[in-house]
């Protein structure tokens, strides 16, 4: 705004010279019309003067010889009236008639001039009544002329008309001098006004050309300034990039390492689940070893006994007899014929034990079946159940209040993988010590499936409500948890459009509420 | 045979575990057994048991605080820990509240089974030959450090070995009051230190070098049973924690970081122990166990019988040096 107000104010003065140089033109185009007028009167007053004075003369003459004297006299009226009314007009200023136009005329304004007017006051003024009375004498009637006026005015006009006449021919020389100077002064003022013109007109153009190169040189460096911000903004750009790289790795590591922390827990409860029916089944196959070993024994004494008794062979009968005896006095002390047959019993189910563990896991990890389908939530629950006894176990009491059937499209192993999640939170609720409650339940509502898994554990404090499913959000020490487990949860809770919800109170306990669509509108990813 | 059979009792919430179990040590105990913690301690105030063992994770009651009740009821009964997938937690808690004499962990060996009850048997009449009411036998009562340990000022020591002088600096700060304290950096130098003047505790890290603290601790404890081991670690390695219990009978399995109070009070503690040991030498299990059945406790890797070798060195150097010395 500043720089246009500059360029502003060289146009007004611009145009104040343009409108000067007009004006100036007008004012001079007036002024020497009004000095033409002046010199058309002065010349009149001239001419008025003598064609006065000439035919006084003759008056004086023609009454001298009496002939008509009435023409002249009127000449010389009209010339000495006319005469007075531009002397007088040139004095005091007004409006003069001749030849039937009108003449403004002003006192001269310029002292020489003004002089000669002056002059020509004092000359004509003495007898300007005098003369005015003679020429309003009656022509008609010549001895109306006063004759003595006559006489002293025709010697007066006589002896003054020297004068009179250089006064006014030196008024008319005077006026034109005047003109010549004004115009003079006038076309300096021109001339001056339009060399001011060309100077503004110049110095606008350096000033736009400079200001002009200066905004190009600003531009210039704006622009300089813009690629080195962009390039700036590039780098900055690249650094972003490579710190969300970083970021994105350190994730996918979290991410990687809250799975491992899942899978090494899944591990470690399978471990503990296989660990007790293999110790048995391991211990019972010794056990069934060493007790056929006995009952092997046995056998064998006794067929001893058998054969020796079938050949007739007695001299050693009662050593053989004690031997055998011997030999069943441990099977019969302890009952090991029907003691072995409950061990296999016992193995056997440790078998069906180990079976079942296994294909509980295949039904927790579904890795046949990593895709999208029909699942029972009842069925992943008690897998997640299976995974996570080791931590429930010595801690808390599972009570299960279960829909039948409740059949959800749904990803089975991600939701297992939530449950046990869950799970595992809620034994870890439960203080040492104390012997909590677990309690599960599903159910099916029209659209929407519902579980719930509760806990009696401590609870979470209100200002961490917010915050449990927030990433990398965890209470645990560091090092033994990675704060992705809630959040994976959620995450994958909202990929099957479903949500999770919290509500818990300190000491009290938490329950976790997760609601599933029973059918997925568009395919989940 | 003839002999009248010893009672044991087994713990575990696996009614099949006790099944088999049972049906395995039948031939040579009177074998109790208890599907909960709460059980087993009302059997333990019955029978005059010789050896409990527990399963660690049971409902309700787990199984090192059974074993720790235990200890309370009758103390002179030898207690074996049976462990599945090693718990961490709950093992370092064991070592350090339990005072237990052997970890087993599943599936177990028949084998392994038998040797450990019988061993345990052993200690156990051992024990109690020596001292005729088992109640007075108890190997240490860490809560209650033995006053004398104030009158008798700096006549124990305690060494330091594998730290940095300034990650032990408060622990330092704690003790040195009370007690003569040397710090190694390395195992040869704390073998020569030990040399020098045998020592009360030694507390130690299991990670320095490429040496096996273990076989270093090991190889200190066969020349001076009497000295307490404390392990004061970083590393939380269940591993190592049986194998500092089965091995070595370690006082104590601490993990960094520990506070000072703590700190102090469990080498009161382990003083006092040394002091019991040293008056009482056969209340010492690992001792006891070394002299009975030395095939069954942990055999000797070669590097600490090196480390031996390396001790009785140092010994040998200092005795010729100082003939007069202390011996």
């Known amino acids: ?525 | 045979m003839s002999k009248q059979k010893s009672q044991v009792l087994i713990v575990d919430d696996e009614p099949l575990v006790l099944s088999s179990l049972r049906n395995l040590l039948e031939f040579d105990y009177i074998v109790h057994t208890a599907e909960s913690g709460r059980e087993a301690l009302k059997i333990l105030t019955q029978f005059p048991i010789k050896v409990i063992m527990s399963d660690q994770r049971m409902p309700e009651m787990m199984g090192h605080e059974v074993l720790s009740e235990a200890k309370r009821i009758s103390p002179a009964t030898i207690r074996i820990l049976l462990t599945g997938y090693s718990d961490l937690e709950s093992i370092i808690n064991s070592v350090n509240a339990g005072e237990i004499f052997r970890y087993i962990s599943k599936p177990w060996k028949s084998e392994m089974i038998l040797s450990v009850f019988k061993l345990g048997v052993q200690i156990y009449d051992r024990l109690s030959q020596f001292a005729p009411s088992p109640a007075s036998m108890t190997s240490s009562e860490p809560t209650k450090p033995k006053v004398h340990i104030e009158v008798d000022e700096k006549s124990h020591s305690v060494l330091f070995v594998g730290y940095e002088d300034d990650e032990i600096k408060n622990l330092v700060e704690q003790i040195e009051k009370g007690y003569e304290v040397y710090k190694s950096q390395s195992i040869d130098e704390a073998l020569r230190q030990i040399a020098r003047k045998p020592v009360s505790v030694i507390v130690s890290n299991v990670n320095f070098g490429q040496d096996n603290a273990l076989d270093f601790l090991n190889a200190v404890k066969s020349e001076y049973p009497e000295v307490v081991t404390v392990i004061l670690t970083e590393v939380a390695d269940a591993n190592l924690a049986i194998r500092s219990i089965n091995e070595l009978n370690v006082f104590r399995y601490l993990i960094k970081p520990v506070s000072g109070d703590v700190f102090r009070q469990i080498i009161d503690n382990a003083v006092s122990q040394n002091q019991t040991y040293k008056e009482k030498p056969a209340s010492n299990l690992i001792h006891a166990a070394k002299q009975i059945a030395p095939e069954v406790v942990a055999s000797e890797s070669q590097s600490e019988s090196a480390l031996r070798l390396k001790l009785r060195a140092a010994q040998l150097a200092l005795s010729k040096a100082k003939p007069s010395g202390l011996g």
């Open chain 1, 1 to 525: 705004m500043q720089r246009y107000g500059e360029l502003i104010i060289y146009a007004i003065i611009f145009f104040a010279l343009v409108a000067s140089v007009f004006a100036l033109n007008i004012y001079l185009a007036r002024q020497s019309e009004k000095e033409a007028n002046d010199v058309f009167c002065a010349t009149r007053l001239q001419q008025a003067w003598r064609k006065a004075q000439k035919n006084l003369a003759e008056v004086q003459n023609n009454l001298m010889t009496g002939s008509a004297t009435k023409d002249n006299f009127l000449a010389f009226r009209a010339g000495i009236q006319t005469f007075d009314s531009i002397v007088t007009a040139f004095y005091f200023g007004g409006v003069v008639t001749l030849d039937g136009m009108d003449f403004a005329l002003t006192k001269p304004e310029d002292p020489r001039s003004k002089r000669i007017i002056n002059d020509l006051q004092e000359m004509w003024s003495p007898i300007k009544t005098e003369m005015l009375n003679l020429a309003r004498s009656n022509p008609d009637d010549p001895s109306s002329i006063n004759q003595d006026l006559l006489f002293r005015m025709v010697e007066y006009a006589i002896t003054r008309d020297d004068a009179i006449l250089d006064a006014s021919q030196a008024f008319i020389v005077k006026l034109g001098e005047l003109s010549q100077e004004r115009i003079a002064r006038l076309q300096f003022f021109q001339v001056a006004a339009l060399i001011g013109i060309v100077v503004v007109f110049l110095a606008m153009a350096i000033r736009v050309t400079i200001s002009l190169r200066k905004k190009d040189a600003l531009l210039r460096r704006r622009t300089e300034q813009i690629i080195e911000q962009r390039d700036a903004i590039a780098k900055e750009k690249e650094k972003v990039d490579a710190l969300l790289k970083d970021l994105q790795a350190t994730q996918a590591q979290l991410v990687q390492s809250e799975k491992m922390a899942s899978l090494g827990q899944m591990v470690a409860g399978l471990a503990h689940e296989v660990n007790t029916p293999l110790g048995f089944v391991r211990g019972n196959i010794e056990i069934s070893q060493r007790n056929h070993r006995i009952i092997s024994n046995a056998l064998r004494e006794h067929d001893k006994l058998r054969r020796n008794l079938e050949s007739g062979e007695v001299d050693e009968l009662e050593r053989i007899l004690l031997e055998a005896k011997e030999s069943m006095e441990k099977i019969n002390d302890y009952q090991l014929i029907e003691k072995t047959d409950k061990v296999f019993e016992e193995s056997l189910q440790g078998i069906d034990r180990l079976q079942e563990l296994v294909a509980n896991l295949k039904n927790f990890s579904r890795l046949d079946e990593a895709v999208f389908k029909v699942a029972d939530l009842n069925e992943g629950l008690d897998s997640a159940l299976m995974i996570a006894n080791n931590v429930i176990k010595h801690k808390a009491t599972v009570k299960k209040n279960y829909a039948p059937n409740c059949l959800v499209e749904c990803y089975p192993a991600q939701l297992n993988q939530v449950f046990l999640n869950l799970l595992t939170n809620a034994a870890q609720a439960i203080e040492d010590g104390k012997r909590g409650e677990i309690c599960l339940s599903t159910a099916i509502n029209g659209e929407w499936a519902t579980v719930k898994i509760s806990d009696n554990g401590k609870g979470i404090p209100k200002e961490h409500l917010n915050k449990i499913f927030e990433p990398f959000f965890t209470t645990k020490p560091v090092g033994q948890g990675t704060g992705l487990g809630l959040s994976i949860a959620y995450k994958i809770i909202e990929r099957h459009n479903g949500a999770i919800d919290v509500e818990s109170e300190v000491g009290k306990g938490s329950t976790f509420t997760i609601k599933l669509p029973v059918k997925q509108k568009k395919k989940a990813n």
